[in-house]
């Protein structure tokens, strides 16, 4: 404990420290105790807890009542010293000897001086380090014989160069350590003994207790100014770096204090000149802009409000910064400004036309919103359409269009992968960083009131624990809501309602409904062969032509390879891929022209492997011959239309029924359906209604690494299973698709357009179909009708009229052997029963 802690401890200090020389002399008069003739000395011993006094060092110790008072009044009363020791640990309140460290220090108490609390104070003063030998009394203080430790004095080369060393390093700390006086080193140059020299340096500086004590327990005095000069360079490592690091805080103090004094300078100088400050020009410039500005009376007054907060805050402080920012959202958000639209229906049919080929639904529908708007353009409410279909279909570009024909600006924002309210929302003023959710973001960027505005994939938001962002949507894609969207940024209402919201998605089925709800729906449906030849023709290959810098009647497509292209080369519902292969040719053939090599100008579809390389997909074919248990299903996918054959092979078994190919759980439940429905109908099919438990129906669909699954092929399963089980050939020119019942009724299904193609493409003669689905022929090309007959049936037995052969007069083959195997059997029975008989 340092002295001055000591001082303002007293009750007096000015009085105590007047008095020092006194008691310091009074010290000094205390003898040393006299050894006896084995050179052992006995003395009370003074317990010390979280203090070491080292010989030669003056410190003030405070005592409590108990035996360390008892043993400093004996030892005062008899005039002579103590032996201090101290605690191994600090923390036991009942010390034993063995609690004690060996080591200790004869040392001299000064006058005892009452504290207000109750305790007393005193001066000490080490004299000599002492080993403890042998403990006398325990009670009611212990009384210890001890032995005197001699040092030695005398000092070599090698002990002056310690000395010195630590001199050096004991002047950096005290030049670093504010809290050490200049004199300590004087102190310490005038210091001759090395053991006397470490013990005072240890002293000074602040080292932990257990380095105090192990110092203490090394009676060598060089060993022990080893270990000390170790610690004080760790000290002045710890110095250096606080020096430092108070320099850099102090040269920033200095730098805001001569930044603060000069702008002062300037305000008085501006002052002067008549200028003003330029604080105060900034205040002036934002309230002008907000008065120039046509904002709303609530966005105004809350403008304003903010200014006013702002001038009276000095122009460093740290909120400055982030009332600025919101003052700058505020005013650079359109509020009021707005394109007019061109509400023209012509033009707008011209501008999609152009762009699109295709797409009727989506563009009847943008068509009738203009007509309306013309008829009543003072209508507030605009729609919000969602954009349905698979990737590449022109979703986003048909929304660049439309944005064309009517005039206004478009904005797109990408939320695949937002998991954030706040991406929506914003965040609170409060947040470091904070900013308006990216609608307004957006909206600042499009710079008017009516853009029309494009959140692309919808359907890929995503939600954990920072909220949900589709439902921070269900106010912005709301006419009833959004004409007051509330961000937690700008805490003001913004209209949104005269934006034109359109959304893209891949699938509904990611969608919340509360969401779909409030989007009108457009699908997408996916372009068929010969809406994909023709958006080649108009726009793909006439944009590649001109990027690969080719001239327009260098290279030429007909319409083979395209189809060729088509189907061997890409197996998309877009355009994409189908894109970039038109592409490679071109850039083959402009590297052909760069290189002066002739190079084909029309390309021929046998062409194409050699410069695409082997074909990557391959069609499913159609049966070439009328087969027994093989029907031909249409099936949908999101790349169009595929026929899918479905196999059903009969075995001896146990009445089983296996489903293969990777099918789901709609389909296995469409094959139970098919083959309960057959069962029913045994007797008109002429079959044996108990063969089906000692036979075993395997129903594979080829391609077994796709996934399939759905109702439509229920018709088609339960054709190849009659067809298995009668021995009656299904007709390899006849689709079908439906969905059946236990009771043989045809359900109508989805993907009409996309699988009449397919059955086309393929080479089919006649597609089954449910007859409610006749009103989804209509979007079905007339050149497809024509060429396909399209039957509609309600009926399974219609299906079976169609599909198969007429059964032949006789019984089916299959009834016929059955039946026989039954009659053997019996015959065979009753055989063995005479033979017993006769026994």
């Known amino acids: 404990m340092k002295l001055d802690d000591w001082f303002s401890r007293q009750e007096n200090p000015d009085d105590f420290s007047s008095s020092l ?39 003030p110790i405070f005592v409590t009542p108990g035996p360390n008072l008892l043993a400093i009044q004996e030892a005062q009363f008899n005039g002579q010293t103590v032996i201090s020791m101290a605690l191994r640990d600090p923390e036991i309140e009942d ?18 001086l009452s504290m207000p609390d109750g305790n007393n104070s005193a001066l000490v003063q080490g004299r000599r380090r002492v080993e403890v030998l042998e403990f006398v009394r325990l009670e009611p203080f212990f009384r210890v014989r001890a032995r005197i430790i001699e040092e030695p004095t005398e000092v070599d080369r090698k002990l002056d160069a310690l ?62 100014l080893k ?30 204090q001569r930044e603060f004094y000069l702008r002062e300078q300037m305000k008085a100088i501006q002052t002067e000149l008549g200028e003003g400050d330029v604080w105060t020009r900034e205040i002036a410039e934002l309230r002008m802009r907000i008065d120039q500005s046509k904002l709303p009376e609530e966005v105004h007054t809350q403008a304003l409000k903010e200014v006013e907060r702002l001038a009276q805050m000095p122009a460093m402080a740290p909120e400055v910064g982030i009332i600025r920012t919101y003052l700058d959202w505020v005013l650079d958000l359109p509020w009021v400004e707005e394109t007019e639209d061109n509400l023209d229906v012509r033009h707008a049919a011209e501008v999609l036309e152009k762009y699109h080929f295709g797409l009727g639904k989506a563009k009847d529908r943008i068509l009738e919103y203009i007509a309306v708007r013309s008829l009543k353009p003072k209508r507030s409410k605009q729609p919000i359409l969602c954009f349905v279909g698979p990737p590449g279909t022109g979703k986003t570009s048909l929304g660049r269009s439309i944005a064309e024909a009517l005039g206004r600006k478009f904005v797109r924002i990408s939320l695949g992968g937002v998991r954030d309210e706040a991406e929506i929302r914003g965040h609170r003023r409060t947040y470091i960083g904070a900013l308006p959710g990216r ?77 779909l709800d409030r989007m009108e729906v457009i699908e997408f449906p996916g372009y068929i062969e010969e809406e994909k030849i023709e958006i080649s023709r108009r726009f793909l290959i006439p944009r590649q032509i001109e990027e690969s810098g080719l001239e327009e009647k260098e ?45 084909l100008n029309r390309i021929a ?25 093989v029907a031909t299903a249409i099936a949908w996918t999101e790349n169009g239309g595929e026929i899918m054959p479905v196999e059903v092979l009969i075995l001896d078994g146990k009445g089983t029924l296996q489903i293969t190919g990777q099918v789901g759980e709609v389909m296995q439940e469409s094959a139970q359906a098919a083959l309960s429905y057959l069962k029913s109908r045994s007797h008109e099919l002429k079959l044996d209604s108990t063969i089906y438990d000692r036979l075993d129906v395997h129903i594979h669909i080829p391609e077994g690494a796709i996934p399939k699954d759905g109702p439509s092929a229920g018709i088609t399963i339960a054709t190849a299973l009659i067809s298995a089980f009668t021995e009656r050939p299904v007709y390899k020119d006849v689709g079908m698709t439906g969905e059946i019942t236990l009771r043989g009724r045809v359900l109508p299904i989805g993907g009409v357009r996309e699988k009449v193609l397919a059955a086309h493409r393929a080479g089919l003669k006649t597609v089954i179909l449910p007859e409610r689905n006749l009103k989804d022929l209509v979007d079905i090309p007339r050149k497809v009708r024509d060429d396909i007959k399209i039957v509609p049936v309600v009926h399974m037995d219609q299906v079976l009229e169609i599909a198969l052969h007429p059964p032949t007069e006789s019984e089916p083959k299959k009834a016929k052997r059955v039946q026989g195997e039954r009659k053997e059997k019996k015959a065979g029975d009753d055989e063995n029963a005479s033979s017993v008989a006769v026994e």
């Open 21 to 59: 020389n006194n008691r310091t002399e009074e010290l000094y008069r205390i003898p040393n105790c006299q050894p006896d003739d084995d050179g052992l000395i006995e003395a009370p011993v003074l317990i010390l807890r979280d203090i070491v006094v080292f010989p030669h060092m003056i410190s």
């Open 95 to 112: 010390p034993q000897p063995e609690d004690l460290l060996p080591i200790g220090v004869e040392m001299a108490v000064g006058r005892l």
């Open 163 to 224: 000395m010195r060393t630590t001199r050096d390093l004991f002047e950096r700390c005290v030049q670093l350590d504010r809290s050490l006086p200049e004199e300590a080193h004087l102190f310490s140059l005038n210091i001759s003994e090395p053991g006397w020299l470490a013990d005072m340096v240890a002293t000074a500086i602040s080292l932990p207790f257990q380095d105090r004590q192990t110092l203490l327990m090394i009676p060598d005095p060089q060993e022990r």
């Open 227 to 256: 270990r000390v000069n170790r610690m004080l360079a760790q000290e002045l490592d710890v110095l250096q770096l606080e020096d430092e690091i108070h320099s850099r805080v102090q040269s920033e103090v200095d730098r805001s």
């Open 439 to 515: 609608i307004l973001q957006t909206m600042r960027r499009a710079g008017t009131v009516n853009p029309l505005f494009m959140l692309d994939e919808i359907d890929k938001l995503g939600q954990d624990f920072r909220g949900d962002p589709a439902s921070a949507l269900l106010e912005v894609l709301d006419p009833e809501q959004n004409f007051a969207f509330s961000d937690h940024y700008l805490e003001l209402a913004y209209d949104l309602s005269k934006v034109m919201f359109i959304t893209t998605a891949n699938s509904l089925g990611a969608i919340p409904a509360a969401l």
């Open 555 to 599: 290279i030429i497509f007909p319409d083979a390879t395209l189809r060729r292209l088509i189907r061997e080369y890409t197996y998309e519902a877009g355009v994409r891929n189908l894109e970039r292969e038109i592409g490679r040719i071109c850039r083959k053939a402009a590297r052909l022209k760069a290189e002066n090599r002739r190079h």
């Open 605 to 629: 579809p046998s062409a194409l492997e050699r410069i695409l390389g082997p074909a990557q997909f391959f069609e499913t074919e159609a049966e070439r011959q009328d087969e027994i248990g």
